[in-house]
């Protein structure tokens, strides 16, 4: 494990950071059960087994030859833990467990990585080391930190479709209590919008966050809450998963080849609707954020006589004021804590929807940081003045295909940097797994 007890090139906080995600990344690992690492919790996805090595691989694969002049010593690993599966179309996986290396065999594999890369960077701080594509030692960092954050993201809502018994439950924070609350909307006021990162700014950002830009937003309405899952139970008990107008073409023949009915997360039994958290199964929590596809949010808005919100509008209900200040997040310039919101992987579950009121938007709009991300309508694409990472091409470029949207956000597994304003998530509109919510507009 890396530990710094001196001042190093690339600083100790950062370091320190590359460590506690590991602590992050190993412990998560820990709640599956040794014979379950070769299961496949989501049919799209890899196995678990896949991402044990995939981490360390990255972080390898981004530093150890052009910036820290290490040798490989084992490129077949180097290789096949490289990439992971984005599940647009095409056919499932069809490997088999035997297919992968012993889960001893790639534990030896990350120790390797881990002390070399580890022995590099603490033996003469970092000193000596290259940039690699004009980009320096501290961006890359930061690049396999949020990497590896993300995936302890992916990771959670996978090991979440694992069977419970397949994993060992794990101790989480207190459940907020539901408290009152009635429907309502909120008033955003016309007025511009800031998106995306200025370049030389001195923050962090990955290169969809780049160029800044203004937009002008007119005026328009926001739900105040995310919508909750008793509101989308009187959708799906209205028969909006079997009403054709509420669909789009390509939604429609996605829900019926696949006969969803309900969100991934609920489970009929008896007549009643239960909920899967992370350990267990409980009685659907009405005031909880409804986690479901972009397909099936679409439908609700629909269904509701409104519509998804564009990723300026939402920026806008978001860090907008009505003096045109910006702010740093909804609730001011204070860091992000737990009374602003369910983030930073203090709880493994969603909590109520107004939980958390100390993190609102100064139009007081709720909850628009942590539990759960929002889908807005707009789909992913670049920002004007876009160039790719160099050295990570394929990490925005190869989803601007017009078939991935906008989430803004974050969820209750979502690190607390990457709540800056300018990060941006993005996933197809057929996929349900993803702790995602929604909110609608009207204009």
């Not at 594999?109 to 000596?128: F, H």
């Not at 694992?162 to 609350?181: D, N, W, Y």
């Amino acid at each position: 494990m890396l530990t710094v007890q001196r001042e190093s090139a690339v600083g100790d906080l950062l370091l320190e950071r590359v460590s506690d995600a590991r602590r992050r990344s190993d412990a998560l690992f820990e709640i599956v059960r040794d014979e379950a690492m070769y299961d496949r919790p989501i049919p799209e996805r890899h196995r678990i087994i896949f991402y044990v090595g995939h981490l360390e691989a990255f972080d390898w694969n981004l530093l150890h030859e052009s910036v820290l002049g290490l040798r490989s010593f084992h490129p077949e690993f180097d290789h096949l833990f490289a990439f992971g599966i984005d599940p647009v179309g095409g056919g499932l996986p069809n490997d088999q467990p035997s297919d992968w290396p012993s889960l001893d065999r790639v534990s030896e594999y990350v120790r390797k990585i881990r002390t070399s890369l580890d022995e590099r960077l603490m033996g003469n701080g970092g000193n000596g080391a290259r940039q690699r594509d004009g980009f320096s030692l501290e961006t890359l960092l930061n690049v396999a930190i949020e990497h590896r954050l993300m995936h302890l993201e992916t990771l959670a809502y996978m090991l979440h479709q694992l069977p419970l018994e397949r994993k060992i439950p794990q101790a989480g924070s207190v459940t907020p209590l539901a408290s009152p609350l009635a429907y309502s909307m909120i008033k955003i006021p016309g007025g511009a919008v800031r998106l995306g990162l200025k370049r030389g700014s001195g923050v962090f950002g990955w290169d969809n966050e780049f160029e800044a830009h203004a937009a002008e937003v007119p005026a328009f309405e926001i739900d105040r809450y995310m919508v909750r899952n008793g509101q989308f139970r009187e959708f799906l008990e209205d028969g909006g998963y079997e009403r054709r107008e509420l669909w789009g073409d390509a939604d429609w023949e996605w829900k019926s080849a696949g006969d969803i009915s309900c969100p991934v997360f609920w489970r009929e039994q008896d007549g009643a609707w239960l909920y899967r958290t992370m350990f267990g199964e409980i009685p659907l929590p009405l005031q909880w954020p409804a986690y479901v596809s972009h397909a099936e949010a679409s439908a609700y808005a629909r269904w509701a006589g409104k519509t998804l919100p564009k990723e300026e509008q939402w920026q806008r209900a978001a860090y907008g004021s009505r003096d045109e200040a910006e702010r740093l997040y909804p609730w001011g310039n204070e860091a992000p804590g737990p009374k602003h919101g369910n983030f930073d992987f203090e709880r493994w579950d969603p909590a109520p929807v107004n939980a958390h009121p100390q993190g609102s938007s100064a139009f007081g709009v709720e909850g628009m940081l942590g539990n759960g991300w929002e889908w807005t309508s707009s789909v992913f694409g670049p920002f004007p003045g876009f160039e790719p990472f160099p050295f990570y091409r394929g990490y925005s470029a190869d989803f601007f295909d017009g078939k991935h949207f906008v989430m803004k956000g974050g969820s209750a597994r979502t690190a607390a940097c990457m709540l800056r304003p300018t990060f941006r998530n993005w996933f197809q509109p057929h996929y349900q797994y993803v702790y995602a919510g929604f909110r609608c507009v009207n204009v």
